[in-house]
């Protein structure tokens, strides 16, 4: 019944930046953790960083990416920065009521935004 539509994803250069955008339907946004995940080719579907009561990132992206959100505007926001070819992938924005499950087992999903970094 959360309906979650990302957007802002396209082909950029290493080390360029992005900015991904993930807007939400229901009053209640502000009681939902969310996060971002993403997918490359051939591989496994991965956490890359939440927001609930505090942000936390994936190794792989810590120092490089942002996670913040509007609540006022049911908005989530992914500042992609210093990217690198790794970094293309499908962008998945997801959230869940309960903190704990929101970075591993979320129960709502997007469809997903297309990010390629080229070389």
């Known amino acids: 019944q959360v309906r979650l539509v990302e957007s802002g994803g396209g082909l950029v250069q290493a080390g360029g930046s992005l900015k991904l955008s993930c807007a939400a339907s229901?009053?209640?946004?502000?009681?939902?953790?969310m996060a971002w995940f993403r997918q490359a080719p051939a591989k496994e579907r991965e956490f890359v960083a939440a927001?609930?009561?505090?942000?936390f990132y994936a190794d792989s992206v810590k120092g490089r990416f942002t996670i913040s959100r509007d609540n006022a505007k049911n908005i989530m926001y992914l500042e992609m920065d210093s990217l690198k070819p790794e970094d293309t992938a499908i962008y998945y924005c997801?959230?869940?009521?309960?903190?704990?499950?929101?970075?591993?087992?979320?129960?709502?999903w997007g469809q997903g935004t297309q990010v390629t970094v080229s070389s």
């Open positions: 927001s609930g009561w505090s942000v």
């Open positions: 997801a959230a869940d009521p309960l903190w704990r499950r929101v970075a591993s087992n979320p129960t709502y």
């Open positions: 229901g009053r209640t946004f502000s009681d939902y953790a």
